[in-house]
């Protein structure tokens, strides 16, 4: 049994890691915690129930309303891994700038970030956003019909991405791709960089953008990134989704080229 003298000895220290750490705490409540108690009460899953308020409180055929809606939810509801505005503007900025004509999402979640990438497409582009969780997938398709984007412009993929990327040339006549975003599993990232290379799909120049290399991280991803010679490489140094004391990053790369 511990005595109380050496338990009141650590209070310091937990009162140091609880104030060091207090963010991640929040973070862990508001995700977690707060999660399963409203998918109890509730019924539905967080990403439907923010279908719900988004549904109800946007302008349909609205992109921007769309967004600022989900936001305004995320910053004062639930928590979602949904971007957000401040990664949002670096990936709006990166197509405008790289002006793909061909874009690959992996990770459709609830179709945020495929909102922000399909309204800077120009002429004849066309995005292609993969899901493989069949509720999230139904709510992103939602979200991106009501937005006003055809299946001309978003075509939505539900299936892993390690199934997707080898037949992307044969099913989806997809010859190369110019920009590709990746938001999914942080452990796949590098197994679909290196599907997309051995499948031929990237030219020179295409750009890869790559969510959460900090928080939670993705270190075998960036070490071959940085060590392949295959890639040009920086990185946006950003905050966590909706947690602005919360450091995190994505990793821009460009292709030079197999070596």
Request: glycine share 6%; proline share 3%; hydrophobic share 40%.
């Amino acid at each position: 049994m511990v005595s109380p003298a050496i338990a009141f000895a650590f209070i310091p220290f937990l009162m140091t890691l609880i104030i060091r750490y207090r963010y991640y705490f929040l973070l862990f409540w508001r995700a977690v915690v707060l999660r399963k108690v409203q998918d109890y009460a509730t019924g539905l899953s967080r990403e439907e129930r923010a279908f719900r308020y988004v549904m109800s409180n946007c302008i349909p055929g609205d992109p921007e309303n769309i967004l600022s809606t989900f936001d305004k939810w995320c910053f004062h509801s639930e928590y979602l891994s949904n971007l957000g505005p401040e990664k949002g503007r670096i990936l709006e900025r990166l197509i405008l700038e790289s002006a793909p004509q061909t874009v690959l999402e992996l990770g459709t979640y609830c179709g945020y970030a495929t909102l922000r990438m399909a309204r800077g497409l120009g002429l004849g582009g066309r995005l292609y956003t993969v899901e493989m969780d069949q509720r999230n997938a139904a709510v992103a398709e939602k979200i991106i019909r009501m937005a006003g984007f055809d299946e001309d412009t978003v075509e939505q993929i539900v299936r892993p991405s390690d199934e997707v990327i080898p037949h992307l040339r044969e099913k989806f006549a997809v010859d190369k791709v110019d920009f590709v975003f990746m938001n999914h599993w942080k452990r796949s990232y590098l197994r679909d960089l290196k599907l997309l290379e051995d499948y031929n799909l990237l030219r020179e120049g295409s750009v890869i953008l790559a969510d959460n290399v900090i928080f939670a991280g993705a270190p075998h991803f960036m070490q071959y990134a940085k060590s392949s010679g295959n890639y040009a490489w920086k990185l946006h140094r950003t905050h966590l989704d909706y947690f602005r004391h919360i450091w995190d990053g994505m990793a821009e790369l460009t292709y030079t080229g197999l070596k």
